[in-house]
Structure formats: structure tokens, C-alpha cells
């Protein structure tokens, strides 16, 4: 090992153009940003949307509609899906948590019992809602529709 056959450690020296460091480098003067503009200037940052001073497509579109801060989501599940879960677990009793163990709702979810399909069997079901036909035909097999 002698001088002649130093070299840096791997990785030690990195292969890219220093920017903006001299006009011996190359990429000195406007440091590749070109002349003038407001990209040329340090601090720029475009606004979201901006389209060169131009009025921005979310300004020249008409605005309609109206969206309720205040409205209720619920997750509809219908009579033909409880009686399959109520069959295939052998279930009489359909709660929420019943229904989250076998994934058809989450966690914070608010439920509606709905009407299409029909019941096998007598099922007792406590929801957040219900549907008047979904509420007639649990009641008329003998279940119990219960509103949490």
C-alpha cells in the first residue's frame, strides 16, 4: 500500500453537479433556474391550483348544491343478508357486535336494517334504524326489531 493506489472509502463520493457554486463548475450564474420569473427567486412555492394568473378552473366552475355538515350516514343491510348470517352461524340474536365480527359493518358505524329479501327464521335484531318493511317482516315471523 502506497500513495499511488489510495482511494476513497465506497460510497464516500457522490456523483452528481454541485449547483450554484461558481462559474467554473458549470452550472454556476443562474444555477439551471434560467432568467427572471418568480421560479428564478429563492422561496417560491406555487399555490395549489394556480394557473399563471389565469382564472383557476375551481373559480370559473359554477358552484351548486348544497352538503349537510349535520347528516347521518348509515350503512343499509338488508333482510336476505341477515337471514344468510343467521343460517350460517346458527344465530337468533343479531346485534352490532355480531355484525362486526363477521365484517358487514365497522367499528363506528350506524346501521339500518332494510327490507328486500325474506326471513327464514324468527330472528331478534337491535340496529340503529329500520326500515317499515324490514320492521313488518321481522315482527310477522315473530322476532323482536329493536332500535338502539
Keep these: 500500500m502506497d500513495l499511488s ?3 476513497p472509502a465506497e460510497g464516500s463520493i ?3 453537479k454541485r449547483i450554484g457554486r461558481g462559474q467554473g463548475s458549470g ?3 443562474t444555477s439551471t433556474r434560467g432568467h427572471k420569473g418568480a421560479k428564478s427567486r429563492s422561496g417560491y412555492s406555487r399555490k395549489i391550483g394556480f394557473e399563471g394568473g389565469q382564472m383557476p378552473l375551481y373559480r370559473r366552475l359554477p358552484k351548486f348544491g348544497f ?3 349535520n347528516r347521518v350516514e348509515y350503512i343499509g ?3 336476505d ?3 344468510k348470517l343467521s343460517e350460517a352461524n346458527n344465530i337468533t340474536d343479531i346485534t352490532l357486535d355480531t355484525l362486526k365480527q363477521n365484517r358487514l359493518i365497522s367499528s363506528n358505524s350506524r346501521v339500518k336494517i332494510l327490507g328486500r329479501g325474506e326471513l327464514s327464521m324468527k330472528i331478534n335484531v337491535s340496529a340503529h334504524a329500520f326500515s317499515a318493511s324490514a320492521k313488518n317482516a321481522i315482527e310477522n315471523k315473530g322476532g323482536i326489531a329493536t332500535i338502539i
Design 81 to 83: 343478508t341477515l337471514s
Design 5 to 7: 493506489n489510495l482511494k
Design 14 to 16: 457522490k456523483n452528481r
Design 67 to 69: 352538503k349537510n355538515i
Design 77 to 79: 343491510i338488508n333482510l
Design 27 to 29: 452550472r454556476g450564474g
